[in-house]
């Protein structure tokens, strides 16, 4: 069996130590790296060669969906696996635009991320049942979806939304006119179909960006 280097990209310092063990267990592993947030996760694919990621998606600094956009476009021989606990349709649907080259939800256990890592590293996409039923029963929502695609200004605002921060303190926090962060907010809301500020929180949960 080929051994792999693997990233484990998750900020839960249990949840990697656990799969860091788990892996060395299944003598899969030929060097482990392990990242607490998206800009560390980047720092070490620089760094080093990684040959697959476990990727949690929602993560402080960098999003994985940041992480995964930068190895889709500088590391393309790197594999990414999604492992989260989040299992909406939004997020999975999101994640296959992406171009995600597998999705495990982390109630499955290491079991199902070793058929996963199995899977894509010899040329295929894996995808869990649950995840698979999602994607057939709502393929018709490909097109209506928004894309979890923002710019720096754009998260740090919803960061500071969620935040509880009103307009003014926005405004202050970000050196604009308390009309400047109106309009950007209600750009975000017409970005992610968001008929309100409710919505808008509730679309970037379940998407792993808060």
């Known amino acids: 069996m080929t051994k792999l280097n ?3 990209a998750d900020d839960e310092k249990l949840v990697r130590q656990g799969t860091s063990l788990l892996l060395e267990k299944n003598g899969i592993a030929s060097k482990i790296y392990e990242a607490g947030n998206g800009h560390e996760a980047i720092q070490i694919l620089q760094q080093h060669s990684i040959d697959v990621v476990l990727l949690d998606i929602r993560m402080p600094g960098k999003t994985g969906f940041e992480v995964l956009r930068e190895v889709k476009k500088t590391f393309s021989k790197t594999f990414v696996i999604a492992v989260t606990g989040f299992e ?8 296959l635009r992406e171009g995600v ?3 495990v939800q982390k109630i499955n256990g290491i079991d199902e991320i070793m058929k996963a890592v199995h899977v894509v590293t010899t040329g295929s996409r894996y995808f869990s049942e649950i995840v698979m039923h999602a994607i057939q029963a709502h393929a018709d929502q490909w097109e209506t979806v928004p894309p979890v695609n923002f710019k720096e200004p754009e998260l740090k605002l919803l960061k500071a939304i969620a935040e509880g921060l009103t307009t003014k303190e926005i ?8 009309r400047t962060a109106e309009t950007n907010r209600q750009r975000l ?5 968001s008929l309100n500020t409710a919505g808008l929180l509730a679309y970037a949960f379940r998407n792993g960006i808060i």
């Not at 909406?88 to 994640?95: A, K």
């Not at 405004?171 to 308390?178: E, I």
């Not at 809301?189 to 179909?193: D, F, N, V």
């Open 6 to 8: 693997f990233l484990l």
């Open 88 to 95: 909406g349709t939004e997020l999975i649907l999101n994640l």
């Open 101 to 103: 080259h597998g999705f």
């Open 171 to 178: 405004a202050d926090r970000n050196h604009m006119s308390v």
């Open 189 to 193: 809301l017409e970005k992610t179909q």
